[in-house]
């Protein structure tokens, strides 16, 4: 029998993992309209690596919902858990938020699951696929609401028209920009880093992005990784350059593989090809 969400997809992948990589996708502009209509985005906004997929073309997967708070008045928890569950029933889906507070910064974490199974079925996947998964798996979409968010962004409103109709607030691209050169400076490990931040970064400026010079600053203030509001272009290079000398890109590209298609997965990362192209960003 058809339903809402079988009728969403043309061609049904032959493997489990692209097929749960299109369920989550799904998931999360489910999870969008249900934020929506609650009215979450006049105090919040999307950011992060999946807004970028969604409304600007960003070819990977990405697993979590990153939302910036634009007020001093936080959404309602409970309200917001129960617009996303109201969403997902009327596709047919049982799922279920539960919440918590990250142990460091001021950040609310969401997740939303349901059974795996029930959701593929729900989705028109064959039953032969259905029976590949554990009765008990879960899909799970992770969602983080940063209360703490550095002064100097800007934002946009963005509407989808498909799969879903919903309307957004999102950060302006070269907000985006900036948070996500403050991950790749800010957000490590020793010498590893999420190559999914690299990924993003030569996005950008592949895609001519300018960066908000502002917000990057009082990210990287926030962070402790530099304690001026007055540094100045040559300053924020010289910090990138020295990120870029530090990382095992051979680490970062194995980052990769779960979340980009086997064919742009790059060749050419080097800390002398990042360097180069920090050079071409253009600081607003």
Known sequence: MKTVLSSIIKDYPNELAPASNMIREICQEIVLCGLSRSNFFNTMAFHGGTSLRIFHGLERFSEYLDF??????????EIISEFIEREFKSMGLDFHVTTRMRSTGNINVFYIKGNKRETMRIFGFPEDMVNLVNPDAVISIKMDMDAETPDGFGFTHE?????????VTILDKPSLFAAKTSAVISRHWKNRIKGRDLFDFEWYIDNN???NTVYLINNLMREGKISSPDASKDDLLLIMKERFDSIDYDSAILDLYPFVDADKIPSNWSSDHFTDLAKRIVFI
């Open 68 to 77: 910036c708070q634009l007020t001093d008045i936080p959404p309602n928890k």
């Open 159 to 167: 509407y989808k028209t498909s799969p879903f109709n919903y309307s």
């Open 209 to 211: 992005t300018p960066l």
